[in-house]
């Protein structure tokens, strides 16, 4: 079986934004959790920081998780059909 590597990245591009806009939401919304989680998860202490999430900078780290996950899926994709 084959990966059509194109729509392979597509999907990662599109799953990987959806998760983004999630993400930023969950930070514009209750962002002392999300900051205590996020520190919990790369086992930090990240109390004594904030986040400074603007309008633009969520809409910039769309566009740049968009085209990384996009990128990294199109190479995954195409790095297994060729091991076949």
């Given amino acids: 079986m084959t990966f059509n590597a194109i729509k392979f990245g597509l999907a990662c591009a599109i799953s990987a934004s959806v998760f983004w806009v999630v993400c930023s939401l969950l ?3 209750i962002p002392s959790i999300m900051l205590s ?3 919990d998860m790369m086992h ?3 109390t004594d920081m904030r986040w400074h999430l603007t309008f633009l900078g969520a809409v910039k780290g769309l ?3 968009f085209i990384a996950a996009g990128v990294a899926g199109w ?3 195409t790095t297994y059909n060729r091991l076949l």
């Fill in 27 to 29: 930070v514009m919304g």
């Fill in 37 to 39: 989680m996020s520190g």
């Fill in 44 to 46: 930090l202490q990240l």
């Fill in 63 to 65: 566009v740049a998780w």
């Fill in 75 to 77: 190479l995954l994709a």
